[in-house]
């Protein structure tokens, strides 16, 4: 495709796999702890894509199942006229195609989009399925990843048809909080941001010019710092209370 940037068809060594600091926050960690030479050989290679480039297209088959090795991405829906929905976001050690795992290939009813610079490691699509039903606790992690995916699906329905565009944001905020501390990757309560306010608005079901007075309310009352794509949240309990989150 002409929007990577540098495809490494040379697979991974074990060591590199096991060294990966997402590791064990993916969906195949126990699989590698188990077998690290067995999942390096099902690597088929790694591919780079540049800042809003196109990862894989609406009706593209996807030939591998691939994990976020680095940066963000999205996926997204257009309609007729041309305007965008954001149906969920990516980042580090995610599946970028879930439903992958438990169908035959078939056309993607979404895009998805690098948000910045990422970095997916591909595998062998027959060979990774197989390899995630290799023992109880690998089976268990699957099932562990599955409930997030689609809870976090399931949520945004809510926030889009109930609650109002400040619990809509909220709750966008909190489930990376989440997400992304889950994996390590916050320090404290400070992580990546690297969404732009047409992000925001298109995946919250709101207009550009609203989501920034929503962005600059949360700033204004002390909820959150947002400079140099680096989200801080200054007030989680207050931020929870909007979000009516349990």
């Known amino acids: 495709m002409e929007?990577?940037?540098?495809?490494?068809n040379a697979g991974a060594s074990p060591a590199e796999c096991v060294a990966c600091a997402l590791a064990q926050y993916t969906v195949y960690s126990p699989t590698l702890s188990a077998d690290p030479i067995g999942l390096a050989n099902v690597r088929k290679e790694?591919?780079?894509y540049g800042s809003q480039k196109t990862i894989l297209r609406e009706?593209?088959?996807?030939?591998?199942?691939?994990?976020?090795?680095?940066?963000?991405?999205?996926?997204?829906?257009?309609?007729p006229n041309g305007r965008r929905q954001i149906y969920s976001f990516l980042i580090p050690g995610d599946i970028v195609t879930p439903?992958?795992?438990?169908?035959?290939?078939?056309?993607?009813?979404?895009?998805?989009?690098?948000?910045?610079?990422?970095?997916?490691?591909s595998f062998n699509r027959r060979a990774f399925r197989a390899a995630l039903s290799t023992s109880e606790?690998?089976?268990?992690?699957?099932?562990?990843?599955?409930?997030?995916y689609f809870?976090?699906?399931?949520?945004?329905?809510?926030?889009?048809?109930?609650?109002?565009?400040?619990?809509?944001?909220?709750?966008?905020?909190?489930?990376?909080?989440r997400r992304l501390r889950h994996r390590g990757l916050t320090r404290g309560r400070t992580f990546d941001f690297p969404l732009r306010q047409?992000?925001?608005?298109?995946?919250?079901?709101?207009?550009p010019e609203y989501t920034s007075r929503?962005?600059?309310?949360?700033?204004?009352?002390?909820?959150?710092?947002?400079?140099?794509?680096?989200?801080t949240i200054l007030n989680i309990e207050a931020l929870r209370e909007i979000a009516e989150d349990e």
Request: aromatic share 8%.
């Open 3 to 8: 929007d990577i940037l540098s495809p490494d």
């Open 46 to 48: 790694t591919r780079k």
């Open 59 to 79: 009706g593209e088959v996807p030939d591998s199942i691939s994990t976020l090795k680095s940066g963000w991405a999205f996926r997204f829906g257009r309609l």
């Open 99 to 121: 439903e992958s795992l438990w169908r035959t290939p078939y056309p993607l009813p979404f895009s998805i989009k690098a948000l910045n610079r990422v970095e997916l490691c």
């Open 137 to 148: 606790s690998q089976e268990q992690r699957l099932a562990r990843m599955a409930q997030g």
């Open 151 to 177: 809870g976090n699906i399931y949520r945004r329905f809510a926030d889009l048809g109930r609650r109002s565009a400040g619990g809509r944001l909220a709750q966008l905020i909190l489930e990376f909080e």
């Open 198 to 207: 047409d992000h925001l608005a298109d995946a919250l079901g709101l207009a």
């Open 214 to 231: 929503t962005l600059m309310t949360f700033r204004k009352e002390g909820l959150i710092q947002l400079e140099r794509q680096q989200l």
